[in-house]
């Protein structure tokens, strides 16, 4: 269960991240895409790293 309320977390932080980068992009469409299909995979990633070494 606590690795399943740190996913939840991890996952609220992530909407608030892209929200705040959309927001920051919204004119330019280009590095918006770049920033949903390259910056966070790798955040997901690293996040799943973290919570494999935490187990």
Do not use: C, Q, W
Not at 26 to 50: D, E, F, W
Request: hydrophobic content about 50%; charged content about 25%.
């Amino acid at each position: 269960m606590k690795l399943h309320a740190r996913f939840d977390e991890l996952e609220r932080r992530m909407d608030k991240l892209e929200l705040s980068m959309a927001e920051m992009t919204s004119s330019n469409r280009l590095s918006t895409k770049l920033i949903k299909y390259v910056i966070l995979p790798l955040i997901v990633i690293m996040g799943a790293l973290v919570g494999i070494k935490i187990i």
